[in-house]
């Protein structure tokens, strides 16, 4: 018990100090998946993407997972893309993971259950690197992460950062401007 208590103690406190000493960044992205398989008989799917991250690691290393967002339904289509913007706040090198559960809505009396079409989990920091170094590539930068899904069919979910511009405005003359000095004489 004395064990127990020490253990989720020390690791509380390990937890906390990782939040204070990595820096955090909120990281924006939008979501568009291809060829999500059909999951309809009478129409192409209606899907729609529930996220989910993880919040801590229990103490049997199993990790919990909890939902931080969802995409609206987008009917008809095997090739959705979400107008939603998702913010999440990164913390770099703690083993933060996303997963990302693509579903079929299904809301008839005789199937009253969403179909899954597809799931998939990733890394966060696997996705900064790999941002990180296809944007470092001039020639071909890449605008989106690809996730394969798996369990139970196929297709992909695109995941693309969202960079907000920053309007740069035209530095103002100064009011009080040095006078050119006159010529001539008096």
Known sequence: MVKNLSC???CA??????AFLVQSHVLKFKLSAINLPNADLDSP???????????????????????FGETAVKPNTLN??????????????????WGFLVKDLDDSWLNPFDDPLGRVEINVDDYMFQLKHSNSNE??????IQLFLSQPIGGSL???????????QPEQESAEETPAPETGTR
Do not use: M
């Open 139 to 144: 020639k071909k930068p890449v605008n989106y």
């Open 13 to 18: 406190t390990f937890q906390l100090i990782t």
């Open 8 to 10: 989720t103690i020390i």
């Open 45 to 67: 799917s209606d899907p729609y993407v529930q996220l989910f991250r993880t919040t801590w690691t229990r103490e049997d290393f199993h990790l919990n997972w909890e939902k």
């Open 158 to 168: 695109l995941v693309t950062p969202v960079v907000e511009q920053v309007e740069t």
């Open 80 to 97: 959705p893309s979400w107008d939603e913007v998702f913010e999440y706040e990164y913390f770099n090198g703690t083993t933060q993971k």
